[in-house]
């Protein structure tokens, strides 16, 4: 089992439409979870941060944690072309981030 | 103030050769870690440094590749005698303290696309 998994996707999304990110992770231990966007052949940019239960808001951007359920989440509000890119999903476990294979989403002009 | 840099940006090596790569944290950050990333894939965790000390480098293969975050100076990760299969993107990222931490995610480099022949 993967520590962190994701659906690699590709996920289309229409323009203006809610995009829906999914990620569950395996070690009950990660206290930290985060969230990197990756345009091709560009490096990994944080887009948001999450370590207690619940959503935690930013802009367009909600991450959504679950530990009992093991899972986290990132919704993209009125979503934008720009926004078409590869979705990274990491957690933290013994001091360095383990990351997700990534969710390619495309917003559909 | 300077993000994370990295160099080069491309190095092509043949099969054989030593390919170095250099990375330079972000002011203030004491915590360096490499990743490798093959096409289409996710970043794949290889080594944690901090000054003068290798923290867990559990993700790099045993064989070929070291890497070294010396007192002064850029961290390195070295591939001797290089084979096509480490083609791919290296990234290095820093962090002001140890990378599980809430308030202390990674901030990445822009990579070294290693391309062996």
């Known amino acids: 089992q993967k520590e962190v998994e994701q659906n690699s996707g590709p996920l289309s999304v229409p323009e203006g439409a809610i995009a829906s990110l999914n990620c569950t992770y395996s070690?009950?231990?990660?206290?930290?979870f985060f969230w990197y966007r990756q345009y091709s052949g560009k490096s990994p940019e944080l887009i948001m941060s999450i370590y207690s239960n619940g959503d935690k808001e930013d802009g367009r951007f909600t991450a959504q944690l679950n530990k009992a359920s093991q899972y986290v989440s990132l919704l993209i509000r009125d979503s934008q072309p720009s926004d078409s890119a590869t979705y990274l999903c990491?957690?933290?476990?013994?001091?360095?981030?383990?990351f997700g294979t990534g969710t390619r989403l495309t917003i559909i002009p | 103030n300077a993000g994370v840099m990295q160099n080069p940006r491309h190095l092509v090596r043949r099969r054989g050769q030593e390919a170095r790569l250099r990375c330079s944290p972000m002011?203030?950050?004491?915590?360096v870690y490499w990743y490798r990333q093959l096409p289409e894939e996710g970043l794949k965790f290889m080594v944690y440094l901090q000054k003068e000390n290798i923290i867990d480098e559990s993700g790099m293969p045993k064989e070929r590749f070291s890497a070294e975050f010396p007192k002064e100076g850029p961290s390195i990760l070295r591939i001797q005698q290089v084979v096509r299969g480490d083609s791919a993107a290296y990234f290095c990222a820093s962090s002001p303290i140890a990378g599980d931490s809430g308030n202390s995610p990674l901030h990445f480099g822009n990579g070294t696309r290693l391309t062996v022949t």
């Open positions: 002011k203030g950050h004491s915590h």
């Open positions: 070690d009950r231990g990660s206290q930290s």
């Open positions: 990491a957690g933290s476990q013994m001091k360095k981030l383990t």
